[in-house]
């Protein structure tokens, strides 16, 4: 038996959120885990049978929170502090991704370059693994029990171990190696007895730059597993990218089958020699974007690969955990729903292939694989634009020049303090924003709600005391989602929500054709915020690269014309903003870092186009206008070069809890604020503690270029704690600058 075609994995949250909204409700204690294992198991049901018509299916893909806690849980590696709460096992399981009772939940960190957030498991020399759950088994079961026979789907054990970390200073994760395979060893017996003949094993971190010695983990890893007699079928995937030297390391060893994702990496290199009496499972439909398959173009791919395997099957790129359910639950412009394809549609396409690869193409096919698409939205004007930029449209005049003019416009004290846009998003302002969706309130009551809500978040900072104000950003949902729904080229969706970490999802907009500002997007908020006081009150815009980070992008040009698009109408509303007496605009980056490619070769030409889109967007401002850009995050390391290169007048960037360690030797040479204030907790600063914040960064940066603020925007935290703690940090800024003089 064959796998034939399958996907590497799907969608759990459900195609209405159900999961979401039964998690939620179990959190709250509305409903008991008989209840939540109900809402479960008719998901999984689902699943499976919206896949009935793949050769093979996959099952283990579902999960209550995250796949990397439930390995984590599945080989006994829960901390002792989530143990020790003596709670049930799924409760002790969301107390490691929540946290519970004062023990701090696991570390939640990016999922490789998606937007996907896993549980960051925590190793020591005494960790331990053994076989604790039984989750794959009780999965395989169930869907026999459905009568659908099915692959397992399993986390490596070498990324588990590279995405772990260390609760031992110098102490590597991956030295656990061989105890965790072990566990492994037991569970594909286990699986074995069962009757299951496939099983998947994801390895996706060797999409990334790996070191010789992690290779060689991988090399032993899969000695060991693949060598197993008696064994079911391994099918070993790395997708995100181009697996690289591990692809030959996996074709050298004893599985039976490779996955590789050849939407990420076209020219990934399969054909070794040893592939030869192997089974290479091409990932050839998008498991991260939104559009149809180019079926022919994928035909011709795997057909070009039947001699250099045993067998060549189709599935999709990775796991289809990122992309929608079902395009047939939207309404949209049919120009632009003509062109997309969401989880189901992209099985289907599977199904296709995988019978034109082994039968040839048929009438089916003939109808759905046409060609005749309609075209992306386009713009004659902001294509001309892009062909025309000089460099001068990126550059702007010598930092001193600028410093300098602004000084004089600006006139602020050293340590100046502000804020990084957001204020509190009370109950108040999102029920405005649901009465207006709903037409409950007509958009001129709603934007007076809106004025209302910005003009007492002026005067609260003009109570407080802030050097630089901010308006809130109350009308914003979504930093992104805002301007998505401003531009034109951009499409939003009613269910297309993707799971970012546990219960959590966003619903990413689409960019389908040629971006264009058909008018001013923030400038009236902006100039009614600046309207009620003599302070300078920040626009506030996001960056063209987090824009593209946070939508499903345009797969028919270079992602860099994209951004381009975006950052010219960025620029364009920069000039109104200025127009119209803005003296500070800043421009938020959080996502700079996330789209960093995984492999070195490919980061430079990715920071050259990222930071070009950047200055694109901003370096059409005068001299004397200060631009300031915001990044949530204080690990530069790799970075930092372009984080400079943006030029921006004044960085803003997370620094409370890392105690201001990132300032050590950076020789950052415009303004900077490190934060002073954690606002991922809901804890309030004690003055005397930012003092000592702010002291110990005046050391490293003068105080003419040092900024006081937060580490990031205040829109999940209440007034409670927001008001005492920017007293707090603005006592704390005028007693040092006390100190200065
Ligand atoms: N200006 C945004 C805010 O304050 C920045 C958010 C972010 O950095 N993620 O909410
Ligand atoms: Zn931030």
Redo the contacts with the bound molecule.
């Keep these: 038996m064959t796998i034939g075609s399958t996907v590497f994995g799907y969608p759990r949250i459900g195609p209405k959120r159900e999961l979401k909204r039964a998690v939620e409700q179990y959190w709250s204690g509305k409903i008991d885990e008989a209840a939540l294992e109900q809402t479960a198991r008719e998901l999984r049901a689902r699943t499976w049978a919206e896949l009935s018509e793949l050769d093979s299916i996959p099952s283990n893909t579902f999960s209550f929170y995250d796949q990397v806690l439930d390995t984590t849980q599945l080989f006994g590696a829960v901390p002792q502090r989530f143990r020790d709460l003596g709670l049930s096992e799924l409760d002790t399981y969301f107390a490691a991704a929540r946290g519970r009772d004062g023990a701090a939940a696991l570390e939640l960190t990016k999922w490789f370059d998606t937007n996907y957030h896993y549980l960051v498991p925590e190793l020591g020399p005494d960790t331990e693994f053994r076989l604790a759950g039984d989750k794959p088994i009780a999965e395989y079961r169930e869907a026999l029990g459905l009568g659908v026979p099915t692959r397992p789907v399993l986390l490596g054990p070498v990324t588990y171990l590279l995405l772990a970390k260390s609760t031992v200073p110098g102490f590597e994760p991956i030295a656990l190696l061989d105890g965790l395979v072990e566990a492994y060893v037991e569970l594909l017996g286990r699986l074995r007895v069962e009757g299951v003949e496939w099983v998947q094993i994801d390895e996706p971190a060797f999409a990334a730059d790996r070191s010789p010695a992690e290779l060689d983990a991988l090399r032993r890893a899969y000695r060991t597993l693949g060598g197993l007699p008696g064994r079911p079928k391994l099918l070993v995937t790395g997708y995100y990218g181009d697996l690289g030297e591990a692809f030959g390391i996996l074709a050298e060893s004893q599985v039976e089958a490779i996955g590789v994702d050849l939407v990420s990496a076209p020219d990934a290199s399969v054909t070794v020699p040893a592939m030869r009496d192997k089974i290479l499972v091409a990932g050839l439909v998008d498991g991260r974007n939104v559009w149809r398959a180019d079926l022919h173009a994928a035909l011709a791919k795997a057909a070009s690969l039947l001699g250099s395997a045993r067998e060549v099957v189709v599935s999709s790129s990775s796991t289809l955990l990122h992309v929608p359910y079902d395009l047939e639950a939207e309404t949209l412009d049919p120009d632009v729903r003509a062109r997309l394809a969401f989880a189901r549609q992209k099985v289907r396409e599977i199904v296709l292939l995988g019978q034109a690869l082994r039968t040839g193409a048929d009438g089916a096919w003939a109808d759905e694989a046409r060609r005749d698409l309609p075209q992306p939205r386009r713009d004659d004007d902001v294509r001309a634009r892009v062909e025309s930029l000089k460099p001068e449209h990126r550059s702007r005049a010598p930092y001193p020049e600028r410093a300098a003019a602004q000084q004089e416009r600006l006139g602020l004290p050293p340590l100046a303090t502000t804020t990084?846009?957001?204020f509190p998003q009370t109950g108040d302002i999102r029920r405005a924003r649901a009465a207006v969706r709903r037409a409950e309130i007509t958009e001129d009551e709603y934007g007076q709600r809106m004025r209302d809500e910005i003009a007492r978040v002026i005067d609260l900072q003009e109570d407080i005391g802030l050097d630089v104000l901010v308006h809130g950003?109350p009308e914003r949902n979504d930093?992104v989602q805002y301007f998505a729904e401003h531009l034109e080229g951009f499409t939003g969706t009613e269910f297309g929500w993707v799971q970012s970490y546990g219960s959590r999802c966003v619903r990413p907009p689409i960019i389908h054709g040629d971006v264009s500002r058909p008018e001013p997007m923030t400038v009236a908020w902006s100039t009614y915020a600046q309207s009620l006081t003599a302070k300078p009150v920040k626009g506030?815009l996001t960056g063209p690269v987090t824009i593209l980070a946070w939508s499903f992008v345009r797969d028919d040009q270079p992602l860099a014309d994209t951004a381009a698009q975006v950052a010219l109408a960025l620029r364009d509303e920069i000039r109104d903003l200025e127009a119209a007496g803005i003296r500070i605009i800043?421009v938020?980056e959080?996502a700079l870092r996330e789209l960093l490619p995984l492999r070195h070769k490919d980061q430079a030409a990715y920071l050259e186009w990222s930071v070009g889109a950047f200055r694109l967007a901003t370096a059409g401002a005068a001299t004397g206008t200060q631009v300031h850009t915001?990044l949530?995050y204080s690990e530069f390391g790799e970075v930092i070069g372009a984080i400079s290169d943006l030029d921006a007048d004044v960085t803003t960037i997370e620094a409370a809890r890392s105690k201001m360690e990132i300032l050590e030797g950076l020789d950052f040479p415009r303004g900077i604020g490190p934060g002073v204030y954690d606002i991922h907790s809901p804890l309030v600063p004690a003055e005397d503690d930012v003092v000592a914040l702010i002291t110990e960064a005046v050391r490293a940066v003068p105080g003419e270029r040092l900024w006081i603020n937060p580490d990031?925007?205040?829109?999940t935290r209440g007034y409670a704690e927001v008001e005492p703690a920017l007293r707090n940090l603005v006592a704390a800024a005028n007693r040092v600058r006390a100190d200065l003089r």
């Design positions: 990084i846009g957001s950003e930093m506030m800043q938020d959080p915001h949530c990031c925007g205040l829109k």
